[in-house]
């Protein structure tokens, strides 16, 4: 079977499951896309990857990873092997050097471990004809692979904070202007020893819009 290279197009929260979140891979050379359903953990720690975030402690995934790199071991691809009454099955393919190894994954925990390594995921043909949904510009089709409860949602992701117990500031992006660069920097740091994610990448963002626009301070 032909491999067919897929690519991250987004994460969002479903509207219809608690806790439940949609990973979106699309067809590196096509139109089909892939809806997956995921945890929020994993969901949180592919964001926190995606935003260039340090977590105060290494998440799971940032451990494995470590563990690996530590022995000289690369991880290769993450291939979707299988799709069975809607669940999805990977494959993480790792070499030694030496030999090739497949592990199986859930694919929510493979994701999570390529943006980290930086590898290809790839599925097969067979599953982009069987769940894939053709992106037309209209409202897309329902992934087979997705259950009713799981559907979902066009909000951009935000991960489900812990309270930030020392950040400084809320989470309202309209209190990050007055403060100065030092401040939001200082701000940004005690989000991210508190694992208030969700309010870590608010106040990144305000940085790094002061940064594109040349302003210094809160006043422009």
Do not use: W
């Amino acid at each position: 079977m032909d491999k067919v290279r897929l690519e991250f197009s987004s994460l969002s929260p479903s509207q219809y499951q608690h806790g439940a979140y949609t990973l979106e891979l699309v067809e590196a050379d096509g139109r089909r896309m892939l809806k997956i359903a995921i945890g929020m953990f994993e969901a949180q720690s592919i964001a926190i990857e995606l935003e260039h975030m340090t977590p105060n402690r290494p998440l799971t995934h940032d451990l494995f990873k470590s563990l690996a790199t530590s022995f000289n071991i690369e991880m290769l691809e993450v291939v979707i092997y299988k799709l069975r009454e809607g669940v999805f099955f990977s494959h993480l393919v790792f070499s030694d050097g030496v030999n090739t190894h497949e592990i199986d994954s859930r694919t929510s925990d493979a994701i999570a471990l390529a943006v980290r390594f930086n590898c290809p995921i790839y599925t097969y043909s067979s599953i982009l004809d069987q769940a894939g949904i053709v992106k037309d510009g209209k409202e897309d089709q329902e992934s087979k692979a997705l259950p009713p409860s799981a559907a979902e949602s066009s909000q951009p992701f935000s991960p489900k904070p812990r309270p930030a117990k020392r950040a400084g500031v809320g989470a309202k992006s309209g209190e990050f202007t007055s403060l100065s660069e030092e401040e939001l920097n200082d701000s940004l740091n005690r989000a991210l020893e508190d694992e208030a994610y969700e309010l870590a990448s608010k106040i990144r963002d305000e940085i790094n819009k002061r940064k594109s626009s040349g302003v210094k301070d809160g006043k422009s």
